[in-house]
Each structure stands twice: as structure tokens, then as C-alpha cells.
């Protein structure tokens, strides 16, 4: 399969995420897009990894997922304590100046 159409569906993917943080108001849907946006990132990275016959991009996609874990369980973990706190998920609502 030709890197052309890795890099097509890693820009329909990252174009969907970053509609998705522009656009919703719900927390866990951003957090979600966030998720998309990065597996569109290794998407590229592996695909032009591959092309070049290097491990390197493989690699340091390896990293970012690792890293994208750690983001989605803190990320999980701040909107469990706002949903405590102010009892909601909309990011609109959301006032972190007033406790």
C-alpha cells in the first residue's frame, strides 16, 4: 500500500480530532479527540518509518502511545475530580478561578 494513503487517512483522522476539540463541549470527547489526534501522529510515523527502511519512527510511536496512556488515566482522573466537584462534564461550565 503506497504512504500516500497512510498519510490521506492519518489527515482524515487528525482533521476529525481536532474538529472534535474545537467543537465539543463535553470533556471526555475532548479528551477522546486528543486520543485521535495522537494515533493519527503514529500513523504517520510508522508509515514514513517504513518507507525509509528505519526503526526510528516505529520507535518513538512506541513512546507516544506510552505517553498517550499516561495522559488518558491522568486525564481521566482530572475529569472524575471536576465531576465531584462541580457536577458536570461540560467544559463550558467548567470555572477553575472560582472554587
Given at each position: 500500500?503506497?504512504?500516500?494513503?497512510?498519510?490521506?487517512?492519518?489527515?482524515?483522522?487528525?482533521t476529525?480530532?481536532?474538529?472534535?476539540v474545537?467543537?465539543?463541549r463535553?470533556?471526555?470527547?475532548?479528551?477522546?479527540?486528543?486520543?485521535?489526534?495522537?494515533?493519527?501522529?503514529?500513523?504517520?510515523?510508522?508509515?514514513?518509518?517504513?518507507?525509509?527502511?528505519?526503526?526510528?519512527?516505529?520507535?518513538?510511536a512506541?513512546?507516544?502511545?506510552?505517553?498517550?496512556?499516561?495522559?488518558?488515566?491522568?486525564g481521566?482522573?482530572?475529569?472524575i475530580?471536576?465531576f465531584?466537584?462541580?457536577?458536570?462534564?461540560?467544559?463550558?461550565?467548567?470555572?477553575?478561578?472560582?472554587?
Amino acid at each position: 500500500m503506497p504512504t500516500a494513503h497512510y498519510v490521506f487517512l492519518s489527515a482524515a483522522l487528525f482533521t476529525i480530532g481536532a474538529i472534535g476539540v474545537l467543537t465539543r463541549r463535553n470533556v471526555v470527547i475532548i479528551l477522546i479527540s486528543i486520543e485521535l489526534i495522537l494515533n493519527a501522529v503514529n500513523i504517520n510515523l510508522v508509515a514514513f518509518s517504513y518507507q525509509l527502511q528505519s526503526v526510528n519512527g516505529q520507535a518513538f510511536a512506541i513512546f507516544v502511545i506510552v505517553d498517550a496512556a499516561a495522559e488518558a488515566a491522568v486525564g481521566l482522573g482530572i475529569i472524575i475530580a471536576l465531576f465531584r466537584n462541580k457536577e458536570t462534564i461540560n467544559a463550558d461550565e467548567i470555572d477553575l478561578m472560582k472554587w
